[in-house]
């Protein structure tokens, strides 16, 4: 049985956020002779799974690197953001690491391409056949074949060598099988790493964190690309695609955040998208104009609410996904309704001239 094919039988998806077939993705790498890299980014707002990983398991990382790329190891590189703990380690270790800018766009798949390369550290274009093909980019340059997989899916790859398809699906839901990470964060305790399975619930995840405050009102799933989620449906939740679903939300890049009871949702989510803002590539229209935009809209409400901004709010966010060169518009675009649709109360509050939640302390959920 060849590695793909196994890879197949045990279902083993991306574990970065976007869940797509490593099976496929390796026998595109193969037939073109791709170049690997590793993403050990944590690029999400509260992801910590990619430095567990190498903190904990960097020999067993370094293992199924080689694996997935036999023919040519020599070519492997592990991409870790400027400077952090976790390059600090992938350079200890002897290994070839791709720095890049610790910017939100910077660890997207296209980015770390372009990086590698000699391009700028933002997405490119997305184009048929994907990059993992070689070819070239909107501006002409040649684009060597190369795939990124992300450090906890390569790890899971020497895991299913050394222990069989049987075993990987002992864990998780039939759809969604396997052992996975996820990083769980509170305001008291940031980047809480547990092993689990998809259909955990969720109410057993948080109890890592302190679990579920009686006067909590909403909890993050997904990061800045993911949805709120109604406190009081939690207890009932699984930590599952499916059951996520009905609430508008997924897995994801595996990142759960316990949203602060005490501080207005309103100046939260303004907070969120005055960082957004700060990161867009800069090079088309829903990053450089459309999340700018919707940052501004949102911030004015903040100060002086009205019906109007409301409504623009709404209408701006409808328009972002499906147009940017990278999904990064469709997550903020995603993020924005759901908070309308948990924060509903707290929005009509507003609009009536009070804050439902005075006196708030302020959190630092952008802590990375």
């Known amino acids: 049985m060849t590695l793909a094919s196994l890879l197949r039988d045990a279902g083993l998806t991306g574990r970065g956020g976007a869940a797509f077939p490593t099976a496929v993705k390796l026998e595109a790498a193969l037939g073109h002779r791709a170049r690997l890299i590793v993403n ?120 299913l060598v050394e222990w069989g398809a049987d075993w990987f699906r002992s864990y998780g839901t039939a759809a969604e099988p396997g052992p996975r990470l996820v990083s769980v964060n509170s305001p008291t305790a940031r980047g809480v790493v547990l092993e689990t399975e998809a259909g955990a619930r969720m109410s057993e995840l948080l109890s890592a964190v302190g679990g579920l405050p009686a006067d909590a009102e909403a909890v993050l799933i997904g990061g800045l690309g993911g949805s709120f989620v109604p406190a009081d449906a939690v207890p009932s939740l699984a930590w599952s695609t499916a059951d996520l679903a009905r609430l508008g939300a997924g897995i994801g890049p595996g990142v759960i955040e316990l949203i602060e009871p005490r501080e207005c949702p309103i100046a939260l989510v303004d907070r969120f998208l005055a960082y957004a803002a700060g990161e867009s590539a800069g090079q088309c229209g829903p990053c450089m104009f459309g999340v700018p935009a919707l940052a501004a809209e949102w911030h004015r409400f903040a100060e002086c609410p009205s019906a109007p901004l409301l409504h623009d709010i709404s209408r701006r966010s409808g328009l972002l996904p499906g147009r940017g060169a990278c999904r990064f518009p469709d997550g903020v675009a995603r993020f924005v309704a759901s908070a309308t649709w948990v924060y509903r109360d707290h929005l009509e509050g507003h609009l009536a001239g009070y804050c439902l939640d005075p006196g708030r302390r302020p959190a630092d959920v952008l802590t990375r």
């Open 40 to 159: 050990c980014c944590d690029g999400e707002i509260g992801a910590a799974k990619d430095g567990w990983v190498v903190e904990h398991h960097l020999d067993e990382l370094v293992s199924g690197a080689r694996l997935l790329s036999p023919r040519r190891p020599a070519t492997i590189r592990y991409a870790a953001h400027r400077g952090s703990p976790t390059a600090v380690r992938l350079h200890g270790a002897g290994l070839d690491v791709l720095e890049v800018p610790a910017r939100y766009v910077s660890s997207e798949e296209s980015s770390l391409i372009s990086i590698a390369q000699g391009g700028l550290a933002r997405p490119m274009t997305k184009r048929a056949p994907p990059f993992v093909a070689g070819g070239r980019d909107s501006a002409g340059r040649r684009i060597r074949p190369t795939v990124v997989l992300n450090a906890e899916t390569v790890w899971r790859v020497l895991q």
